[in-house]
């Protein structure tokens, strides 16, 4: 639909506006593909520090041995399993927000570490993964010499 701004009155035409219309509309296609689990699932908080980046993870119900980490460069992947639960027979089901199956979640992270040395633990549905920066990507620091 082509908008045109007569006597400057009324809004005039955006491609831009159109644009974020129509990534909306297929954000929102895509977000009901697949309504086991929402976009962004699992939830996850990321901080650094000089050295390191923490990220941390919330798995309610999904057990350690169904969650697979990897990491390249800068870019850690968190994928995992969690079972459909079991339901009485006879039950009416009025609302389903807990997600089963399968999920991957891939993260881009602030600076590349090192894979070898990365430590996750898992407590209480909470992943907490601590990746160290890589020695190569460290700032360094330079010794200025006056002449």
Do not use: C
Not at 64 to 88: C, F, H, N, Q, Y
Request: net charge negative; charged share 30%; proline share 7%.
């Amino acid at each position: 639909m082509l908008r045109t701004q007569r006597f400057g009155f009324g809004p005039a035409w955006s491609p831009w506006r159109d644009f974020s219309r129509m990534q909306s509309e297929m954000d929102r296609l895509f977000q009901s593909a697949n309504d086991s689990y929402a976009p962004g699932f699992p939830p996850v908080n990321v901080y650094t520090r000089e050295d390191q980046v923490i990220v941390s993870a919330e798995l309610p119900g999904v057990p350690a041995d169904k969650v697979d980490i990897s990491v390249l460069d800068d870019t850690l992947t968190i994928k995992g399993a969690r079972a459909a639960e079991e339901r009485p027979e006879g039950v009416t089901m009025h609302r389903e927000e807990r997600g089963s199956g399968e999920f991957a979640r891939t993260l881009r992270l602030p600076f590349r570490v090192e894979a070898s040395s990365v430590d996750a633990k898992f407590e209480n549905g909470v992943l907490e993964i601590t990746l160290p920066r890589a020695e190569a990507d460290r700032p360094k620091r330079i010794a200025v010499h006056g002449a």
